[in-house]
């Protein structure tokens, strides 16, 4: 008997798929049949791992694979790869798709009751001579992973001892990832960034101390740096054929075995622009709290192709990151599968690593503070991973804002060794709890000296805050 409804997602990872197994949970394939078009070859995978298989961190890509089509076939789910969803018809409630492998030209289409947009990002490739040569990488998918590393296999059974060099464009977290992984292989990694410092999700500030970190790590880090074109082995004007042999900028020339691209990604619409779906300013779809499509009582969207709400400046932004993908698709699975949830918005909380200096932040940067209207103080704080005493304590540097007058937190940035990035989330729990950073120094957090010093860093950069807020109202 045919199911009385479908539904059907498009995107086959971390959203759509958290999505489709959390409406199976709720309902029976007699009640809702779910069809899922996924145009590439995996499944439910961790892109964010890419960096450490490459680095040689994880063992093999398909530890990287939560859950295989076969295994989502198994849970009722209707997952059709290598098919490509290439027109939305929202009137007609209906999805056209593409695949190759079929008889005909391949097209059909679907028809939905429900429907799940989950089309994630596509990583930002400026139109540069050579950017297409062979030996220049992106990292968004397993699949580009797999090519990479195949490059890299080939590029070290070739050297015959030469020592190898990387070049990186782009320093933000997937860049700086992709540095250590290539530093691990025994690369000599040069990073190009038209940016002052790197990773500017951090104040400037805080990029410098990333910087000096890498530097003191043997990478070289070239920052201010516009690339205008990937050299290739090719003499002549066709720079886009033969293979990358140099990334070239307005300055310089970096010579390279290898290129990858950190550049960034923007939200993969173009389905959704085409239909006519609701958009904000930076091309993400736009959804009410329950990941419904604005608008469109029976089309959801989330993960890296939605805007969410800052909760701190109060505008949509786009954030592309699995931590909120993976809830997305738990709120819209929920929510069609006959319960209730909503997705409250977000703090800005982001950890990352190079080597072994950790990377966190979380709220507003002071730009963003100062772009919404926001007035606030500033400081930083030196502190200890652990007790000073304790062996293998480690230093970090807390920066917090705070709003003058209220002494609201409004941000938080950690640098620094082992045990510093975590410690994010106390600031990004009190952020979501709009606590102020007086009501912070009393926070009672766990202390012993392997853990932390009795005053936690996030602790005494809360009473440095609270001081200033205080010193700031009486005109100090
Ligand atoms: C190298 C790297 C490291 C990362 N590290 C972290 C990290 O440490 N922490 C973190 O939180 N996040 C990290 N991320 C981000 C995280 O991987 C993404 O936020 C997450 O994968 C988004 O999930 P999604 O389902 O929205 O989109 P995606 O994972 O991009 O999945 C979208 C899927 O839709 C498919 N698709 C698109 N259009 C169509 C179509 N028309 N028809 C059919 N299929 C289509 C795509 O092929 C893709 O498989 C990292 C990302 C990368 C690339």
């Known amino acids: 008997m045919a199911a009385a409804r479908r539904m059907v997602v498009v995107g086959g990872d971390a959203a759509g798929m958290t999505a489709a197994s959390q409406v199976r949970r709720l309902r029976g394939a007699e009640e809702l049949e779910i069809v899922a078009f996924e145009r590439g070859d995996f499944s439910s995978y961790s892109a964010c791992g890419i960096p450490y298989w490459i680095g040689g961190s994880v063992d093999a890509r398909d530890d990287l694979i939560a859950r295989t089509p ?78 990479l590393l195949d490059a890299l296999h080939t590029r070290e059974k070739a050297a015959a001892g030469r020592k190898l060099r990387a070049v990186v464009v782009g320093a933000g977290y997937i860049g700086v990832e992709m540095a250590e992984a290539l530093t691990l292989r025994g690369f000599d990694v040069t990073v190009v960034d038209q940016a002052a410092q790197p990773m500017t ?70 389905l959704a622009r085409e239909a006519g779906l609701p958009l904000g300013e930076s091309g993400g779809l736009l959804t009410d709290l329950a990941m419904r499509v604005r608008g469109h009582e029976n089309i959801w969207a989330g993960g890296d192709c939605v805007e969410v709400l800052d909760l ?39 950890v990352s690593k190079v080597c072994d200096l950790e990377i966190a932040r979380t709220g507003l940067l002071e730009a963003q503070a100062s772009q919404v209207g926001l007035q606030f103080v500033t400081v930083t704080a030196e502190a200890t991973s652990r007790a000073g005493y304790f062996p293998g304590s480690e ?82």
């Open 201 to 270: 999700t951090l104040d400037p500030d805080m990029g410098e101390l990333v910087r000096d970190a890498m530097c003191g790590m043997g990478m070289e880090v070239v920052t201010g740096a516009k690339v205008t074109a990937v050299e290739t082995e090719e003499s002549g004007s066709d720079r886009s054929a033969g293979r990358a042999r140099a990334v070239v900028t307005q300055d310089a020339t970096y010579p390279a075995d290898v290129v990858v691209l950190g550049l960034g990604v923007a939200p993969e619409t173009s």
């Open 70 to 147: 076969q295994q989502h076939r198994e849970h009722g789910i209707d997952l059709r790869m290598r098919t490509e969803v290439t027109e939305i018809d929202v009137d007609g409630q209906r999805v056209r798709t593409r695949d190759p492998s079929a008889s005909g030209d391949g097209e059909a289409w679907t028809g939905f009751d429900e429907l799940v947009i989950a089309t994630g990002a596509r990583p930002l490739r400026p139109p540069l001579p050579g950017i297409d040569a062979d030996g220049v990488h992106g990292v968004q998918s397993l699949e580009d992973g797999q090519a």
């Open 312 to 350: 701190v400046s109060g505008r949509t932004r786009h954030i592309a990151l699995g931590t909120h993908a993976n809830k997305h698709g738990q709120v819209i699975g929920a929510n069609i599968g006959g319960a209730y949830s909503t997705f409250p918005g977000v703090v800005g909380t982001a």
């Open 395 to 476: 230093s970090m540097r807390v920066k917090m804002l705070a709003e003058c007058g209220t002494g609201r937190l409004l941000g938080t940035q950690i640098v620094g060794r082992a045990g510093a990035g975590k410690r994010v989330d106390i600031a990004a729990v009190a952020l979501s709890a709009g606590m102020t950073v007086g009501q912070m120094t009393f926070l009672d957090l766990g202390y012993a000296p392997p853990f932390s010093p009795v005053w936690d860093p996030v602790l005494v950069a809360a009473r440095k805050a609270k001081a200033a807020v205080e010193a700031e109202a009486a005109g100090k």
